[in-house]
Every structure is written in C-alpha cells, then in structure tokens.
C-alpha cells in the first residue's frame, strides 16, 4: 500500500496515469506506506513478522489515526479474503492486483490458509525490489521454497515463479499483457479466484478500470473482486486529499468512480459482476470484532476523533462476486454480535437447529460469525 499524508491514513497504490512522472511520484510512496504498516505493527496494532524485511526501520512516528486507519483497512480486507478462502477450502487461488510490498502470501502460509497459488501484479520497477528483497531475506524466501517441489525457481529480473507463489511485473493497465503473463505463470481460469485491488483502480482512467473489472469478470466464472480505496470524494474534505495528493505530482485520474458506495457498485454491476457490496470504512471499523478494536483503542491516545471519523468515511471496501459454483460468497458480510459470547452460541445453535429441521422461515439465512482470536474468518451458513 500506499501512504498518502495525514489526510489519509490508508495507502494508495501506484497511480495509473498517462505520464512517467506520475507513475514514478506513487511508486515512490510504496516505501511511505510500509514504513507506516511497520510503525502501526511495532506499536501493536496488528502482528505482521514479515514488514520488517521490506521497512529498514520504524521511522517517524505516524499519527493515531494512521495507525487506526491502516488497522481497518487490513482487518476489514483480511476478513473477507479469508472468509473466500475458507470458503473454497484453500482450493482457490488470489490474485493481488498493485501488490506492492505486501506481506499477505507469508501470514496465510502461517496461518495454514493457503490459496493453491498466489500471484502479485505490479509495475516491473516494484517487482524487482520485491524480488531483490526476498532473495537476500532468509525469513522472507524460505517459504516460498517449503511450498516449492523441485529444487529451483523461474526467476528473472522483473518476475518470480513458484508452485504457490508467483510475483509478475507487469502493468494493469495493458489487459492483453496482463491476460498473456498470468497464463504463462499458470493461471487456472476454471478456479475460484479471489482478487484484490487496494488504491490502484482509481490512479487509472475510468475507461482503464472498466476494462480491468470486466477482464476479470469475463475470465473468471466464480469469483471475487475486493477493491479498498477513496470514496465520498466530491465534498471539501476529498477535495484536500486530492490537492495533496497532486502536490506529489499523484492524480486521482479515476476519481469519478469514488463519488459515492453507489458509484463504485455501478463500476462492477455495469462490467458483468453479478453481486456488489460496499461499505465505507467507519462502518467496517464499527463492525470489526469489538475486543480487539477495544484493544487497540488502548494503545495510543486520540485526541481528535472526528478527524478519525472523516478520513474512515472516505475510504471505503466494495466487493463484487460471481458464483457460478454456487458458493454462496455473496452473502459474505460484516456484523458483530454485541451480546455476550453465552447469548452467540445460543443463537448459533438455534440457528442450525432451525436449519437441520427444515423450519427456515428465510429464502437466505446469513449469519457471519466472529472467532476470538486475530482477524477471525468469516462463518457463513446460506441455506436455500
């Protein structure tokens, strides 16, 4: 991810623009975003191992609400790209779209979620220090060669191979190379495919983001498209993110599509995606599991809550599927139960006891269930 000043406490990809300069001005940030990841997990708010070995140090310290902004943004993306691939039993594969330096491939090989492959797309300059990092940081390669079956790996200057794992450098923006790269590293069309887009799609035209969205929805028959950036943007307060960000020479060129949660429904509902949800970020931080919000609440003190409030209100998660494998991955949500943990197990059992006895009084019955512990997968039960 990208950083993008104290406007913005989420990152911003790499901009998608006619002009070298700006591409260069946003890659660069790609160092600002996980110097703030690195900040916000050295003081707690999240566990990543990994950030370190692409952050040479913590730097600076980052405002609260950065580092409150950064924690629901990879929470609330975790839960839904955790509940996809719980959902497929891992028998899926991702791909992360603007990867950056990412460390997301490392937590689910410990986490024992897996996809069977796991493919990273960006700019050739951003692959090739990722690449370079990985092959001089023992804690970063000795995974990939775990998951690997042979005793070596495709590698070149700007693209990376693997069984599980594939790095490409390649630009988004140019759908038939795109489309060509990933065959070459073995994409499987017919799987379930999981991709992920964080602040990239609005650093492109809107004619650009469209192909991209409708390539994916043509390619892939079951399938979901999590997308994380800007929304909201047309009041006073999106305007200075704006502003700040042409200052670093970064234009929103696809800023139409983050008017508002309808505007960036219409993107996928009008490319051939079946099932759209948005939710802006404030309401993703509301419904994140309340113990650990609580938790990190304690970490630093806030002074200026409704600077907090307008930053989460103007990113948002929009995630669109298609399941023609009947997964049931539309009714991936967010809730949170307020009750005590007696009063969820007692709904739960009541639930699939109405469940076992046929005596449903729903068409869908959608219920997502929060574990205890880390950034808790989604349960989704969706009877006919």
């Known amino acids: 991810g990208r950083e993008q000043g104290r406007e913005s406490p989420m990152a911003s990809r790499q901009p998608f623009t006619d002009t070298d300069t700006a591409d260069e001005a946003v890659r660069a940030t790609c160092d ?18 990994y950030i370190q070995y692409f952050a040479r140090s913590v730097g600076e310290r980052k405002a609260p609400e950065i580092n409150r902004g950064y924690y629901a943004r990879v929470q609330g993306v975790n839960l839904l790209l955790d509940a996809f691939i719980r959902k497929t039993q891992c028998d899926c ?3 992360n779209l603007g990867a950056g330096l990412d460390t997301t491939f490392w937590r689910l090989k410990d986490e024992n979620l ?19 990092n990985i092959k001089t940081k023992p804690p970063l390669s000795k995974p990939i060669i775990e998951t690997h079956s042979t005793d070596s790996l495709l590698l070149d200057a700007h693209s990376l191979e693997s069984d599980r794992y594939c790095i490409i ?34 650093y492109m035209t809107s004619s650009q ?3 991209l969205v409708h390539w994916a929805a043509e390619t892939f028959h079951t399938a ?22 042409q200052r670093r020479q970064c234009t929103l060129a696809g800023v139409e599509a983050c008017q508002s949660l309808d505007s960036q429904r219409d993107r996928f509902l009008k490319t051939g995606w079946e099932h759209v949800d948005a939710l802006d970020m404030m309401t993703v931080y509301s419904m994140l599991p309340q113990d650990d919000v609580t938790r990190i609440e304690r970490l630093e003190f806030l002074d200026e809550k409704e600077l907090l409030q307008q930053l989460l209100q103007h990113y948002c998660i929009c995630w669109a599927t298609k399941d023609k494998l009947n997964l049931g991955n539309a009714h991936f949500v967010f809730s949170y139960f307020h ?3 007696k009063k969820k197990l007692q709904l739960l059992c009541l639930l699939w006891l109405l469940i076992k006895t046929n005596h449903v009084l ?18 989704t039960c969706s009877p006919k």
Not at 362 to 376: M, Y
């Open 32 to 49: 600002d975003a996980t110097t703030c990841k690195r900040f916000a997990t050295s003081k707690g708010y999240w566990n990543d191992p």
């Open 93 to 95: 594969q991702v791909i």
């Open 114 to 132: 897996m996809p069977r492959k796991f493919f990273e797309v960006d700019f050739p300059t951003v692959a090739a220090r990722k690449i370079h």
């Open 169 to 202: 450098g390649a630009d988004l923006r140019d759908i038939s190379s795109l489309d060509e790269k990933l065959k070459k590293f073995h994409l499987n069309p017919e799987l379930p495919t999981l991709l992920l887009s964080e602040c990239v799609l609005v």
């Open 209 to 211: 983001s469209c192909n």
């Open 224 to 245: 979901m498209f999590i997308n994380y950036e800007q929304v909201n943007m047309s009041d006073r307060f999106g305007q200075v993110m704006v502003e700040n960000l």
């Open 339 to 341: 009750k005590k943990k």
């Open 362 to 379: 729903f068409p869908q019955v959608c219920l997502s269930w929060h574990f205890e512990h880390k950034t808790a997968p989604l349960f």
